[in-house]
C-alpha cells in the first residue's frame, strides 16, 4: 500500500468505502489509530491525516472515554455550515445563489408543514411570532428568526431539508445580523417581516399548502431583498 506522502488517500478510501458498502454504519467504533496503519500498510501519520478529513467533514466523531473512541457519525453535525460558510468566503456561491436555495428550501418545508398540521409546532411558530413583536432589537429579532425557519424545517421530518436549512441558515446569520444593524427603518421592516411569519404560520395551519409556499418563498425574497443579499 502508499505509504508517505499521499499516504493518508488509502486510508481515506479504505474507510469511506468501508461506509459506502455498509459495513461501517452510523455508530460504527473504528479501529484505532495503531491498528488501520497495520492493516492498510500506511503510517500512523496518514491515519491521523485521513481522520481529520473526515472529522472536518461531519463523517466520523471522537467521543471521549473507554466507551467512546471514534465512530461514524449518526448525525452530520455541523459540517454542512462549516464547508458552506467557506465556500461562501470563497467566492464561490454567490448572494444570488445562497437567496434561491433558501426560496427553494423554505417553499418545500412550508408545504409538508401545511400537510402535516403539527399543532406543537405551529403553537411554537406562534410564540416566537408574538416574540418579534415592538422593541424587539435586530439581535434578538435574528435569533427568533432562526428558531422559526429552523421550527418549520423540522416539521417535515426530512433531515436533508432540516440539515441543509440549518447550514445556509448558520451561513447567512452574520451577513443578515449585519444588514439588520444598518437597515434604514429598521422598526419598519421588523414589523413587516413579522406580518410575513404570522401570515405563513396561518397558512400552515389552514392546510393551504400552496399558499403557505408562496408566502414562504416570497419572505425569503423580501428579506433578503430588503436587507441587500439578493444580488
Known amino acids: 500500500m502508499t505509504t508517505g506522502v499521499g499516504g493518508y488517500e488509502v486510508v481515506l478510501d479504505y474507510l469511506t468505502g468501508e461506509i459506502l458498502q455498509g459495513h461501517a454504519a452510523p455508530g460504527t467504533r473504528l ?3 495503531r491498528e488501520l496503519a ?6 500512523r501519520s496518514a491515519v491521523r491525516e485521513a481522520m481529520k478529513v473526515l472529522r472536518a467533514q461531519g463523517v466520523i466523531v471522537t467521543l471521549p472515554g473507554a ?13 454542512f455550515g462549516h464547508m458552506l460558510k ?18 427553494v428550501l423554505e417553499r418545500a418545508s412550508a ?3 401545511a400537510e402535516q398540521h403539527d399543532e406543537t409546532a405551529l403553537a411554537e411558530l406562534d410564540a416566537l411570532v408574538e416574540q418579534m413583536t415592538d422593541g424587539t432589537s435586530a439581535l434578538a429579532f435574528n435569533e427568533l428568526d ?18 441543509l436549512t440549518v447550514a445556509i441558515r448558520e451561513t447567512v446569520t452574520s451577513l443578515l445580523l449585519a444588514a439588520e444593524h444598518v437597515a434604514p427603518e429598521w422598526d419598519r421592516l421588523r414589523d413587516e ?9 396561518a397558512a400552515i395551519r389552514a392546510g393551504d399548502v400552496e399558499r403557505a409556499g408562496r408566502l414562504s418563498a416570497e419572505h425569503i425574497q423580501h428579506s ?6 439578493a444580488d
Do not use: C
Open 38 to 43: 497495520s492493516r492498510l500498510g500506511a503510517s
Open 193 to 201: 417581516l413579522t406580518a410575513e411569519h404570522r401570515a405563513i404560520v
Open 86 to 103: 467557506l465556500h461562501v468566503a470563497l467566492d464561490t456561491i454567490s448572494n444570488r445563489e445562497l437567496t434561491h436555495t433558501r426560496m
Open 111 to 113: 408545504e409538508v408543514a
Open 224 to 229: 433578503h431583498a430588503a436587507l441587500g443579499l
Open 67 to 79: 466507551a467512546g473512541g471514534t465512530r461514524v457519525a449518526s448525525e452530520p453535525g455541523d459540517a
Open 146 to 163: 432562526t428558531a422559526f425557519h429552523l421550527t418549520m424545517a423540522r416539521m417535515g421530518h426530512n433531515r436533508l431539508v432540516r440539515d
Open 31 to 33: 479501529p484505532n489509530e
